[in-house]
């Protein structure tokens, strides 16, 4: 009965293991990286970094440890595209930017603010939805790490991750009978 949380925790270290390869890959290679590398870099480092932390509100929200309700605050929407804005504008920068490593390390914190705030707003109820996206984002970081790194079973099993992930999303919606909009930016 307590696979569903399981699940969410296993997708955190999965997630966040690909996050600091990235890190990793950035610290070594900083700004020598080529436009596509470091795309692919940012691109597994944001993925990565928002499915570590909405993997572990998943898990505490399932495990008790979080109330199971929505939970919202005033201002959520302006404040969390807010955020999401600060950090795609982080990304874009540092992909024709790639030595502006403060940016680097901004982005990597904001997109685990980030993580936190998209999953507080989701009900219990709706979490194996949540859990099967946030997998497949974690998928999607892993593909992306393989681009940058070189790696085609990386770049095979992440793409095949992310993408039986995303389709599980919408089966469950499905068999919900509720639209995966609504599932996620249902508080939004």
Do not use: W
Request: aromatic letters at 10%; charged letters at 5%; a positive charge.
């Amino acid at each position: 009965t307590a696979m569903p949380e399981r699940t969410a925790f296993s997708h955190a270290f999965g997630a966040f293991t690909a996050a600091l390869v990235g890190v990793s890959e950035y610290s070594l290679h900083g700004a020598s990286l080529s436009k596509f590398t470091m795309g692919a870099l940012g691109f597994d480092v944001l993925l990565g970094s928002l499915t570590t932390t909405g993997s572990l509100i998943a898990f505490a929200k399932l495990q008790g440890m979080l109330p199971g309700r929505p939970l919202t605050y005033k201002g959520q929407n302006i404040f969390n595209l807010s955020l999401l804005g600060v950090i795609i504008l982080a990304f874009v920068v540092l992909i024709f930017q790639p030595g502006a490593t403060f940016l680097f390390y901004l982005m990597l914190i904001l997109s685990l603010v980030f993580g936190v705030l998209l999953v507080l707003p989701i009900g219990s109820a709706d979490m194996p939805v949540v859990i099967a996206l946030l997998n497949a984002y974690a998928g999607l970081a892993s593909s992306a790490i393989g681009f940058a790194i070189s790696n085609n079973v990386l770049i095979i099993a992440g793409t095949l991750d992310g993408g039986s992930g995303l389709i599980l999303s919408i089966v469950m919606c499905r068999a919900m009978n509720r639209s995966i909009t609504g599932v996620l930016f249902g508080a939004f």
